[in-house]
């Protein structure tokens, strides 16, 4: 019986001492795993893969962008067009009304998604782990006001 008292309170004892050198070496073994894995993080960063899906992205969402500012001309220009082909506002009907409203939301609309896709690209550009893989010809800021005040 008195050895089984004593093996009893020898795991108890060894169970003590190795919770608290696992809480003496708990920040120990946090940093450890933080360096690990930021290490890891930046071979993730800099690989070939990385290289050629940032620099085709920025390609992307370069001509996406050049794409939505000539929509947002056309669109501006139909809008004008519209106004002119109606005369005088306090002619209009209620389906002039109507669609300069329409046209007017599609602007908008054409105007706020353009003004979401620089600002991704701006953000992206400014990451230290993404500007990179820009190349020379695409820039490196894009001003949103540039294309939408005219």
């Given at each position: 019986?008195?050895?089984?008292?004593t093996a009893?309170?020898g795991v108890?004892?060894?169970g003590?001492?190795?919770?608290?050198?696992?809480?003496?070496f708990?920040p120990?073994?946090?940093?450890?795993?933080?360096?690990d894995?930021a290490?890891?993080?930046?071979?993730?960063i800099?690989?070939?893969?990385?290289?050629?899906?940032?620099?085709?992205?920025?390609?992307?969402?370069?001509?996406?962008?050049e794409?939505?500012k000539k929509?947002?001309?056309?669109?501006?220009?139909?809008?004008?067009?519209?106004?002119?082909?109606?005369?005088?506002?306090?002619?209009?009907t209620?389906e002039?009304k109507?669609?300069?409203?329409?046209?007017?939301?599609?602007?908008?609309?054409?105007?706020n998604?353009l003004?979401t896709q620089?600002?991704?690209?701006?953000?992206?550009?400014s990451?230290?782990?993404r500007?990179i893989f820009e190349?020379?010809v695409?820039p490196?800021y894009?001003?949103a006001?540039?294309?939408?005040i005219?």
């Amino acid at each position: 019986m008195k050895i089984l008292v004593t093996a009893v309170l020898g795991v108890m004892v060894l169970g003590a001492v190795g919770m608290g050198l696992r809480i003496l070496f708990f920040p120990t073994t946090v940093a450890t795993n933080m360096i690990d894995t930021a290490y890891d993080a930046n071979r993730q960063i800099i690989n070939a893969d990385n290289a050629i899906y940032n620099y085709e992205w920025f390609k992307q969402k370069y001509q996406d962008i050049e794409a939505t500012k000539k929509q947002l001309d056309n669109a501006k220009g139909s809008y004008d067009s519209f106004k002119l082909s109606a005369g005088a506002r306090t002619n209009w009907t209620f389906e002039d009304k109507q669609e300069d409203s329409r046209q007017r939301a599609v602007v908008l609309g054409l105007e706020n998604n353009l003004e979401t896709q620089i600002a991704n690209y701006n953000a992206r550009a400014s990451m230290a782990t993404r500007n990179i893989f820009e190349d020379n010809v695409l820039p490196s800021y894009i001003d949103a006001l540039t294309f939408i005040i005219k």
